[in-house]
């Protein structure tokens, strides 16, 4: 099996390759060439998924160099959950794409393949540098995704995502910079052993240094006050993408984990649990300040990206606590919060492509075709993103205060999450009624060309809603995995044997 | 060495973080150039400053620079050199489209739209 490791991240990166330098003047091979490997994609995640949950941690050498000299791909339960999220949301994404969105400009199946290659990299990798390479992959397939069919409004916000992505590169670099001048290695499970060797005097050097890179992936988890970029990335960046980006915030989410659990967790000594006292009251601002930006959205696409920073808040609560409790009930919410947020983003695309000039604006305006039926998906993913019952949000939340009971900021948690709920009903009950109920009332309908009923976005954004009801209904079985994914992340001793021997946890605290 | 080193990566640092918190394209631009020179020189210094040293380890050689963060550095300049490519390419399809040269895209004491914002 371990040779497979890399097949996430060779498989999209060679289609990709292979769509711009063979099939980029043909758009139905490039369809049947990028949808082809995503199934394939597909199957070969769910068998490390499967291969994952029976077995401990694996190591993949790339280039066959000895860890912690060379650099190492892991698979554990969490990698290879993620990856397979990634691929399924992939799918869901290509097939509503390959429609009519993927004409709009060039190239939007190449670079597709790029950022699935970057995004699973990132899952992937068991080096901090390495980690560092795959963010700029897939942030550069992503700036070209968000620009994908330009426009004004897209290349204003556009130009702020790179800007903003790029200082936080400069802050990356200086971050491993730092941590690899005190210890010496950029693998990351040599580095939780080093971590434990530090110098007394170097301490602060780490300390700063670990906290520079937390500063970063938190940008990518846009938690505040690095939440700046996203809301206008996210509303402007066309329909497919910024569903498709619901897993870049999750990228952030994961390094978070991965980074402060194994070298900063409980082995750390003095830097134990470095991060725990900022994330979880940046998560607790970042999840008020996401849903007041949905009660107060005047734009449907806005609406949702502020209900995606709310539901990172929300997640990060849940990893902020650092309890194996609160992780696996954040990685259900997780699941679901990805989901929940693409099929949202491909419904609003489904509403706004049939409201003419009207587009994305939150007024009443004449009836559009099939209002019926888009109100029906439009109620099912707000249900999902505000969590009521019965779909899975509404699980994830109930595990996610469950697991916070025993935590001191128990009060503020429980108060926050409960009335920023609410705080969502009310805003996406108030779009769909304007959108749907008010508008059925004014005279008139409006026509726009296309197809009437375009399968396969339909089929997409149904699928995507399908995963939620999938998510609640095999939720017992999830959440038994997750509860093996967050045991694993606990027992770092299993990740740093399987990357560096069975020998290397004598080398601890020397 | 350390004085001059060290100086020298604030004084980049300095201009490029100022550069990039103007509100025109064209300093930002240069401003995350100068941030990239500086991070580059601070990867360098992140493997301690040796001058004259073998970058190798082998029989006989005791004293020798560190050859990872040359590597890193490598990378690290290919790709800011890639993305300052990207970011002056893109600052000007933003120019012609929007027609100004300003991040947010509006010339300054231009009255923000309502349905601008959110």
């Known amino acids: 099996m371990g ?70 791909l892991v698979l554990d339960r969490l990698s290879a959950m993620m990856v397979f999220l990634t691929s399924l949301l992939g799918l869901g994404v290509i097939l509503f794409a390959s429609s009519e969105w993927d004409q709009r400009g060039k190239h939007f199946h190449a670079l597709f393949q790029f950022q699935l290659m970057g995004v699973n990299g990132a899952f992937l990798t068991g080096d901090v540098f390495n980690l560092f390479v795959f963010f700029e992959v897939l942030l550069i397939a992503s700036y070209g995704l968000m620009l994908h069919g330009a426009g004004a409004e897209r290349l204003k916000a556009g130009m702020q995502y790179v800007v903003i992505n790029l200082t936080g590169s400069s802050l990356f670099l200086i971050g491993v910079g730092m941590i690899y001048s005190v210890t010496g290695t950029l693998n990351m499970a040599d580095l939780a052993i080093q971590v434990t060797n530090v110098a007394s005097g170097d301490a602060a050097l780490l300390r700063a240094g670990a906290l520079i890179l937390l500063l970063v992936f938190c940008v990518k988890a846009a938690l505040v006050p690095v939440h700046f970029w996203l809301p206008g990335t996210y509303a402007n960046a066309p329909a497919p993408v910024a569903a498709l980006f619901a897993i870049m915030t999750k990228v952030g989410a994961y390094c978070v984990l991965r980074v402060y659990s194994l070298a900063f967790g409980d082995m750390a000594g003095d830097m134990a649990w470095l991060a725990a006292p900022y994330v979880l009251p940046a998560a607790l601002v970042t999840l008020v300040l996401g849903m ?80 019926g039926f888009l109100a029906a998906l439009f109620f099912a993913g707000a249900i999902g993103m505000a969590g009521m019952p019965p779909l899975s949000g509404f699980i994830g939340k109930l595990q996610i205060l469950d697991a916070a009971r025993d935590s001191d900021a128990m009060v503020w948690i429980w108060s926050i999450i409960l009335v920023t709920s609410l705080m969502c009903i009310v805003g996406f009950g108030r779009a769909g009624s304007v959108l749907f109920w008010k508008s059925a009332s004014v005279d008139g309908e409006i026509t726009v060309d296309g197809a009437k009923w375009p399968v396969l976005p339909i089929i997409a954004s149904c699928g995507m809603l399908g995963a939620l009801v999938a998510l609640t209904i095999f939720a017992g079985p999830i959440t038994d995995y997750l509860n093996g994914v967050s045991a694993q992340l606990f027992d770092t001793s299993q990740y740093i044997e399987a990357v560096l021997g069975e020998n290397a946890l004598s080398l601890l605290g020397q | ?110 009255p923000s739209e309502a349905g601008d914002k959110n």
């Not at chain 1, 498989?11 to 490039?30: C, E, F, S, T, Y």
């Not at chain 1, 068998?47 to 190492?72: C, H, K, Q, R, T």
């Not at chain 1, 997640?315 to 099929?343: C, D, N, Q, R």
């Open chain 2, 1 to 110: 060495m350390e004085f001059l080193v060290a100086s020298s990566i604030g004084l980049l640092t300095t201009c490029g973080t100022y550069l990039l918190l103007r509100g025109r394209t064209f300093p930002v631009v240069v401003g995350l150039a100068l941030l990239s020179y500086a991070v580059n020189v601070f990867l360098f210094a992140m493997g301690r400053l040796t001058i004259n040293m073998p970058p190798i380890l082998r029989e006989g050689v005791t004293e020798y620079t560190d050859p990872l963060p040359q590597a890193l550095v490598l990378t690290a300049i290919v790709i800011s050199f890639g993305m300052t490519a990207l970011i002056v390419v893109l600052s000007i399809r933003a120019f012609l489209e929007i027609g100004n040269d300003h991040v947010d895209g509006r010339p300054v004491g231009a």
């Open chain 1, 292 to 371: 007041t930006g949905v009660l107060a959205a005047k734009r449907l696409n806005s609406l949702i990206a502020f209900s995606v920073i709310g539901s990172m808040g929300t997640l990060l609560i849940a990893i902020g606590l650092f309890t194996p409790e609160a992780i696996s009930a954040g990685l259900y919410y997780m699941l679901h919060s990805t989901f929940s947020a693409a099929a949202l983003f491909l419904i609003a695309d489904l509403v706004v492509s049939r409201r003419g000039q009207f587009g994305d604006s939150l007024n009443t305006a004449p009836r559009f075709h099939q209002s």
């Open chain 1, 3 to 72: 040779d497979w490791i890399v097949v996430p991240i060779v498989l999209p990166a060679v289609m990709a390759a292979l769509i711009v330098l063979a099939v980029r003047h043909d758009i139905i091979l490039q369809r049947v060439f990028s949808i082809t490997a995503t199934l394939a994609l597909v199957a070969v995640t769910l068998s490390l998924l499967i291969f994952a949950s029976g077995n401990g941690p694996e190591m993949y050498a790339l280039g066959d160099w000895p860890a912690p000299f060379g650099i190492v």
